[in-house]
């Protein structure tokens, strides 16, 4: 693979013209950080703010790239444009969730208005939330009005990731043990919507009671949205434009409320802190000789810890400078 390959103007524009393969090569060049980047997406910036991001989180196999699917097919219905980022923990041991992932969406495939692609967890997950952000960046600048993110909702990297979205929804199904509640009650605090998946199966208005009196013993939110419960059947369609009617309500609810506004501060301020984190992480990894050389000067007393740190930011600075301007 090789890590530095410039991007072209021409693969910009025709990525903002919504063509799919260049959108595909675009965030291919993203996740290798390929020299270049930050400048098309500085670029592209100025580009986006238009599209609903929306997250779509709950815990392994409760049915989110099914419900993905027909939420997609809901929004086509309505003559909305989406793309699809799937944040997949498993893809790097098997593979086989992407597989999976693959066959269902295979409907959307030959509708040039759907985008979709899975970004593997490999490694470094602060890397990965500032590749998904940038993924939803391109989405966006090219004009997909629906952007929708689903992540597993076990470990707080993931939760953080979906975390970035405008309207979250946790996704719970019926009959599944205690650890289930763990999940669910860690989780209970960042939905906007609640959807109760499997709904065919026996159980679900047990889960449904359940996640209402979880939300009774959570403290009252101070905000005037009040979080809904929906039912689907992810496989059959059930309920899910139900949950796109939800997932409209709630942006509604977002701009006149003056918290899309917040929200969108508070994202950019997370997407400085990763990128910060993403830009230390990598010079420590990638400038291993100079690090270790700070250290030693450190480990002899002729430099102090807070000093080191400053001289690497500097050397940082330099580094990065090409990059940006
Ligand atoms: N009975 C029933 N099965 C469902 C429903 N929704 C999804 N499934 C099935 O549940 C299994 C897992 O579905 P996925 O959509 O892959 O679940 P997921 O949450 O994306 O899984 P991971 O990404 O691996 O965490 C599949 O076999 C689906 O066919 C539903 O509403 N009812
Ligand atoms: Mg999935």
Known sequence: LKTKEPVSQELVDSALRADQQSIARLMTLIERRASGVEKVLAFLQHRTGKAHIIGITG??????????????????????SVGVLAVDPSSSFSGGAILGDRIRMASHSGDSDVFIR?????????????????????????????????????GQAEVDIVRTAHTVAVVSVP????????????????????IVNKGDREGSNRTVAELRNMMHLAPPSAQSWSVPIVRTIATSGEGT???????????????????????????AARRIQWTVDDLVSRIVTSHQPHFLELAGEVAEGRRNPYDAALALLQFIQCETKEDIH
Request: glycine share 14%; charged share 25%.
């Open 59 to 80: 815990p392994p196999g409760s049915g989110k790239s099914t419900l993905v699917s027909e939420l997609t097919r809901r929004y086509r219905e309505s003559g909305r």
């Open 118 to 154: 899975s970004l593997a967890t490999r490694g470094a997950l602060g890397g990965l939330s500032r590749a998904v952000m940038d993924c939803v960046t391109v989405l966006d600048a090219s004009g997909k009005q629906v952007i929708i993110i689903e992540t597993v909702g076990v």
């Open 175 to 194: 009959g599944l043990g205690d650890d289930v509640q763990v999940i669910k009650a860690g989780l209970l605090e960042i939905a906007d919507i609640h």
């Open 241 to 267: 434009s139900e949950a796109v009617g939800w997932f409209d309500a709630h942006h509604g609810w977002l701009e006149s409320s003056g918290e899309l506004k917040a929200k969108i501060l508070n994202i």
